[in-house]
Nanobody
Framework: QVQLVESGGGRVQTGGSLRLSCAAS????????VAWFRQAPGKAREFVAM????????RYAESAKDRFTVARNNAENTASLQMSSLKPDGTAVYYC????????????????WGQGTLVTVSS
C-alpha cells in the first residue's frame, strides 16, 4: 500500500508558476511509476505527466510539454510537478498517482491516488 498526499496548489495569475509536491508513505514507492493527472470542473480526469520508477524516464501530455517538469526523489519518497507559463485552462484539481498496470495516460490503470490539490489560474 502507498498513501499519497499532494500539496502546493493555490491561485496564480496567467503566466505564473507553481510547484506541486506529492509525499508518499509506504515501502514500495521507489518501485512504482508516478503520474500527475488533473480534473477541471465538469471534465474528465486527464493525464499531465509521468515518471518511471527505474530509469526516471518521463512522458508529458502535449499541453504540458516545454512548460511542466515532473521529477521524483526516491530517497525522500516524494514526487513533484513544476509548472510554468500557466494558463487559465490549467485550472483544475491536480492528482498524484502511483503504480500503473497499463497504458500510462489512462486514469483507470493507476492504483493509488492522492486527494488532489486545487490550482486556480486567473486571467
Amino acid at each position: 500500500q502507498v498513501q499519497l498526499v499532494e500539496s502546493g496548489g493555490g491561485r496564480v495569475q496567467t503566466g505564473g508558476s507553481l510547484r506541486l509536491s506529492c509525499a508518499a508513505s509506504g515501502k514500495r514507492f521507489s518501485d512504482y511509476s508516478v503520474a500527475w493527472f488533473r480534473q477541471a470542473p465538469g471534465k474528465a480526469r486527464e493525464f499531465v505527466a509521468m515518471i518511471n520508477w527505474n530509469d526516471f524516464g518521463t512522458r508529458y501530455a502535449e499541453s504540458a510539454k516545454d512548460r511542466f517538469t515532473v521529477a521524483r526523489n526516491n530517497a525522500e519518497n516524494t514526487a513533484s510537478l513544476q509548472m510554468s507559463s500557466l494558463k487559465p485552462d490549467g485550472t483544475a484539481v491536480y492528482y498524484c498517482a502511483a503504480y500503473s498496470t497499463g497504458r500510462y495516460d489512462t486514469p483507470e490503470v493507476w492504483h493509488y491516488w492522492g486527494q488532489g490539490t486545487l490550482v486556480t489560474v486567473s486571467s
